[in-house]
């Protein structure tokens, strides 16, 4: 009979060692073992992810040495029933119990998201779109709903005014309104009362300014020239002169590469088409830089009514205060487009 004690009693002793082994590996799984990082990595999680992906993700940004610790939190908790979706930080000299928790928790990181001037809104939601976890045809929908544009406070043609090019810190996963809402908060931060006060002086409102600044934008790339170009236009507008503006043109011929503007292309019936019709298009033709935008608030007091593009090419303008100056200028210009057999 002691020997079937001793023997039950060893056989208790050793499963009890092995299920405080197990233990102490799985604490230390979890709590002790500690990624070795030059610097910080990202994870980048989708509402599709479970704990599986989860680790083969972990696994690849962060190269532990066992991601086993996050499999056991993750079982225990039944991380499968409170899915997150993010980018998340890994951080050298962490465990997987704080990475986990920090999952769970939903403590993100903010992507930086660059919001460019584009000629088109739907260039403008392609590049979006790709730096975050939306769908290009979810953003799509705000930007093309009429009713939402106009609960907003919009119409289709002063749409591209909303949006300001910039780099803004959003988490990955922001939904398609909530970013709407944000372009809309930093238009109100942009166009704070100093530079609406600048807008009242020179008789334009924000969306007014956007107007022209993207007429400015296609005009020069050149950020010296554009307060220039901007009080040229300015000029005109105030003497009641047609802007008498290529780009509009283009906008309206649905051809923004063209460099020619041909005699027939400036009949094209379009309140686009400034040589037809005065003052400012019905919105922008674009969606405006920053430094337009500054270009025209801030725009360049002078008597020039006139420029025609430089005939070396450069991207530059010869402005003219007369139409006999302006003549002479286009005439080089003409010459120089013959001369490269440049038709349209």
């Not at 292309?265 to 400012?280: A, M, Q």
Request: aromatic share 10%; charged share 30%; with cysteine.
């Amino acid at each position: 009979m002691k020997k079937i004690f001793k023997a039950l009693f060893l056989i208790i002793l050793f499963s009890a060692l092995c299920i405080a082994g197990a233990s102490f590996y799985g604490y230390y799984l979890v709590k002790i073992q500690k990624t070795e990082l030059d610097k910080s990595v990202f994870v980048y999680i989708t509402p599709d992810d479970n704990a599986a992906t989860v680790i083969q993700k972990i696994d690849k940004a962060a190269k532990p040495k066992s991601a086993k610790g996050f499999e056991i939190l993750a079982k225990h908790n039944k991380f499968d029933n409170r899915k997150r979706s993010g980018k998340f930080a890994i951080n050298d000299g962490e465990n997987m119990h704080t990475i986990y928790r920090r999952i769970v928790s939903n403590e993100q990181t903010p992507v930086k998201l660059v919001v460019p001037s584009t000629r088109t809104l739907p260039q403008l939601v392609g590049a979006v779109s790709r730096q975050l976890m939306l769908d290009s045809l979810e953003l799509s929908e705000f930007v093309t709903n009429k009713a939402y544009i106009s609960r907003i406070g919009y119409s289709e043609e002063s749409l591209p005014s909303l949006f300001i090019p910039n780099t803004y810190e959003v988490y990955w996963d922001i939904k398609p309104e909530k970013l709407m809402i944000r372009f809309m908060n930093e238009r109100r931060k942009f166009w704070n009362e100093t530079r609406v006060a600048k807008a009242k002086n020179i008789g334009m409102t924000p969306e007014e300014v956007a107007t022209l600044a993207a007429i400015v934008d296609e005009e020069t790339n050149s950020n010296d020239e554009k307060p220039v170009v901007a009080g040229l236009y300015i000029n005109r507008l105030k003497k009641g002169i047609p802007l008498q503006a290529d780009p509009t043109v283009k906008f309206a011929l649905k051809d923004s590469g063209r460099r020619r503007i041909l005699k027939k292309d400036l009949k094209i019936e379009s309140p686009y088409n400034t040589y037809k019709y005065k003052g400012l298009p019905p919105g922008p033709i674009r969606i405006p830089t920053t430094q337009a935008l500054e270009s025209v608030l801030n725009h360049t007091k002078h008597d020039y009514i006139y420029m025609c593009a430089k005939e070396d090419f450069s991207g530059t303008h010869n402005f003219a205060k007369t139409l006999r100056e302006h003549k002479n200028n286009a005439r080089r210009y003409q010459k120089a487009l013959n001369e490269r057999n440049i038709k349209k």
